[in-house]
């Protein structure tokens, strides 16, 4: 599976971006694909994960703000992200994992198999 991801870019406090992560792989559709962030000086961190069942998951900072959806069809999952925060300001990365492992596992980077080259979200005052 080969992931690029795009649709970074620069966006004042409270405004919106999607982020989109097309992939590549006839079996696309049965992986977990999860995106993180790494601002600078600090480690990559979860930002959500949605499940070849659908399933989705956030951490708490961005719960009630960002939505990821998947479309299949076309091989992309989606990062619908609003009411952004300067605190969002960071590189944004897709990764793919495959179905091996229990839901909570997919919070981890360490299950991801294939990860994205990461496009950059700034969030300006």
């Known amino acids: 599976v080969q992931l690029q991801a795009f649709g970074g870019g620069l966006v004042q406090a409270g405004g919106s971006l999607r982020l989109s992560c097309a992939a590549s792989?006839?079996?696309?559709?049965?992986?977990?694909v999860g995106w993180f962030r790494q601002a600078p000086g600090k480690d990559r961190e979860f930002v959500a994960a949605i499940m070849w069942s659908g399933s989705t998951y956030y951490t708490d900072s961005v719960r009630g703000r960002f939505t990821i959806s998947r479309d299949n069809a076309k091989n992309t999952v989606y990062l619908q992200m609003n009411s952004l925060k300067l605190e969002d300001t960071a590189v944004y990365y897709c990764?793919?994992?495959?179905?091996?492992?229990?839901?909570?596992?997919?919070?981890?980077?360490?299950?991801?198999?294939?990860w994205g080259q990461g496009t950059l979200v700034t969030v300006s005052s």
């Open positions: 792989g006839r079996t696309f559709s049965s992986y977990a």
């Open positions: 990764a793919a994992a495959p179905p091996d492992y229990s839901d909570s596992y997919y919070y981890s980077r360490s299950v991801y198999d294939y």
